[in-house]
């Protein structure tokens, strides 16, 4: 099948749907020593935005990541070829790269529902592990709140009420525009900036307070620094990126920062205190960056990332009931396929990622406990 593809700026893609293929995405990957590329890709008539993103690997290799992408409007009647067939209309733009890696966004939905796996054919492999979490709820916004909170499970929607009720206070701090004449990427020194400043950093501390509980990887503190201040300098096309945190009588219990950008909102990052959980500050967060959305025109709010099933044995139970509680809809994507473009390095880095990811899924965390 014919795909053609143009070279075009970062700035030139709209993200469509999805925050993860947007230019400013793209901008704050390159920030942390990717590459990103932007292209405009034509299929039968139609066209779309594609963003690419190219890291290094050893020996002067490289691979190339497509975060939930390709974005079409209509299925494909042939996925498996026209994957294969646009990593090569891509080829010439890649250098040095291994293999391209698809975040595929297409899936189905509802509980337990998982799409058929793409067949594995030529150049085609199931990726050895999933970048970004393969399924997510996702809530329609277009409901007004009374009929949100009946969709909710009734344990949910209580404890949203006694939240309040026990006087647990929500407080919002958002992205700021830098001010004029200071280089790109330098946070503004206004007010709401300081304020901003010293919210992350009172929930970087809860956060590293979470990952010690959860045993799980962490981002530096400068990883989400550097977010907020490229959504205030980024100018057109940058998301708002807000910081709702929970307290109560002055303590911090829990903290969630929050994406939106055109039509959407995304759940990106938690983090929540051992103390006072009886208050439930993370169902009284969700549920104003929920009314959040809403106030600023979003249909949709996606809470990103639940285990694949209702699984009491699996170790993110938790988070799956949590999140299902809030009602909405489950959507179970694909996941990652790769496209080799080197079969025998290929070949390598591949046994190489599967003793990578038997360690991080079972040893990790069983030599933590010890």
């Known amino acids: ?159 949203i009420g006694l939240a309040a009720k026990k006087g647990v206070e929500i407080s919002i701090a958002r992205s700021q525009p830098a001010e004029p004449g200071l280089p790109p990427g330098e946070p503004g020194k206004s007010e709401a900036g300081e304020i901003l400043d010293s919210a992350l950093a009172e929930w970087y501390r809860l956060y590293e307070e979470t990952a010690r509980r959860d045993r799980i990887t962490l981002h530096s503190k400068d990883y989400y620094k550097a977010l907020f201040s490229l959504a205030g300098s980024y100018g057109e096309g940058a998301p708002e990126l807000y910081l709702l945190t929970a307290g109560h009588e002055g303590e911090l219990l829990a903290g969630i920062i929050v994406a939106v950008m055109g039509e959407g909102a995304w759940y990106l990052y938690g983090a929540s205190s051992d103390r006072k959980r009886n208050l439930m500050p993370s169902y009284g967060l969700q549920w104003r960056a929920i009314q959040l959305a809403r106030e600023r025109g979003c249909r949709f709010y996606d809470l990103f990332g639940i285990p694949p099933s209702e699984d009491p044995q699996h170790p993110m139970h938790g988070l799956f009931r949590f999140k299902t509680g809030f009602g909405g809809r489950v959507l179970n994507r694909l996941g990652c396929y790769d496209v080799s473009m080197r079969p025998l390095p290929y070949r390598l880095y591949r046994a190489a990622e599967h003793l990578r990811s038997a360690y991080y899924r079972r040893w990790r965390k069983h030599l933590a406990r010890r």
């Open 1 to 159: 099948m014919r795909i053609g593809v143009r070279a075009v700026e970062l700035g030139d893609l709209k993200g469509g749907r999805d925050l993860l293929q947007s230019g400013f995405w793209g901008a704050f990957r390159r920030q942390l020593g990717w590459r990103a590329r932007a292209f405009c890709c034509s299929y039968r008539d139609r066209e779309f935005d594609l963003l690419v993103l190219v890291r290094r690997l050893p020996l002067g290799m490289e691979m190339a990541y497509v975060p939930h992408g390709p974005e079409l409007s209509e299925p494909i009647l042939d996925p498996e070829r026209f994957l294969i067939d646009l990593v090569a209309a891509l080829r010439p733009q890649l250098g040095r790269c291994l293999f391209l890696r698809y975040d595929l966004p297409w899936g189905t939905e509802g509980l337990g529902n998982h799409p058929p796996p793409l067949e594995c054919r030529g150049a085609l492999h199931k990726a050895s592990m999933d970048i970004q979490p393969p399924s997510t709820v996702i809530l329609d916004l277009g409901a007004g709140e009374e009929q949100l909170l009946a969709a909710m499970k009734s344990k949910t929607r209580y404890n």
